[in-house]
């Protein structure tokens, strides 16, 4: 299993290694290293000649592909969107490379063209002021991550056209599915806070905010020395803004 690389050939397992540098420039935040290593790689399978191309190095284009998208959005590098959707486009398709697709969209202000996309692909019908997903629906074949970020972005397209009970909906079910507890805590603030646009009997209210306490339950409370703070004259006040996104 062989990809042809300009001169000399790369094999699977040096695209792992080259992946881990990856996935550790990723880690550091040095997106832009990482962009020209996956460029370097992408070009790399754009030079496989003839049959060489084979399944497996279809795959690993595919991988590049998304990883590339991913550094495009995670930077919202506007300058380089085309470019991250032409790899996408000439990987192939799948249900994550769908989503990469819309939340470029969505970076775009292309916001109903990301909605039709993920409602079309991910076939979502409406009932009740929920989502539904078809029998057939590549969503059920996701893992619970990629399934939180496409419920998340569903929820966001809703909410962005005004059907604020469907949106709240899917914050409720991302906070379902999420695995990690800072993106179960992330996706519960955002359905509490969009709760409060609703028209919601008052215990529902009060049973929401019980929940959000219990998942702060085992959470060691911090304890104020008061000795330490007699020096002090003036009283001295903390603002928590509502906006947890940008604040």
Request: hydrophobic residues 40%.
């Amino acid at each position: 299993r062989q990809v042809y690389m300009r001169e000399k050939l790369m094999t699977e397992e040096d695209f792992r290694k080259n992946k881990e540098q990856l996935d550790m420039l990723m880690c550091q935040g040095r997106y832009n290293e990482a962009k020209v290593l996956c460029d370097l790689l992408i070009s790399a399978t754009d030079n496989c000649e003839g049959n060489a191309l084979l399944e497996p190095h279809k795959n690993i284009r595919l991988e590049l592909a998304q990883i590339y998208a991913s550094i495009v959005i995670e930077t919202n590098n506007k300058a380089s969107i085309n470019n991250a959707l032409q790899k996408l486009e000439q990987a192939g398709n799948d249900a994550y490379s769908v989503f990469l697709k819309a939340r470029i969209f969505w970076m775009q202000q292309k916001h109903f063209a990301a909605l039709t996309l993920l409602e079309n692909y991910f076939v979502v019908e409406i009932k009740d002021d929920k989502v539904e997903f078809g029998a057939d629906s590549p969503y059920w074949q996701l893992n619970a991550g990629t399934k939180e970020l496409v419920l998340n972005l569903l929820a966001h397209g809703y909410k962005f056209y005004g059907n604020l009970y469907v949106a709240n909906a899917l914050c409720l079910e991302s906070f379902n599915v999420a695995e990690f507890f800072p993106t179960k805590v992330f996706e519960y603030c955002n359905y509490l806070f969009d709760a409060h646009y609703l028209f919601m009997p008052r215990e529902e209210y009060w049973q929401a905010h019980l929940k959000f306490d219990d998942l702060f339950k085992n959470v060691k409370k911090f304890k104020h020395k008061k000795y330490l703070h007699k020096k002090h004259k003036k009283i001295r006040l903390g603002y928590v803004s509502p906006d947890f996104r940008h604040h």
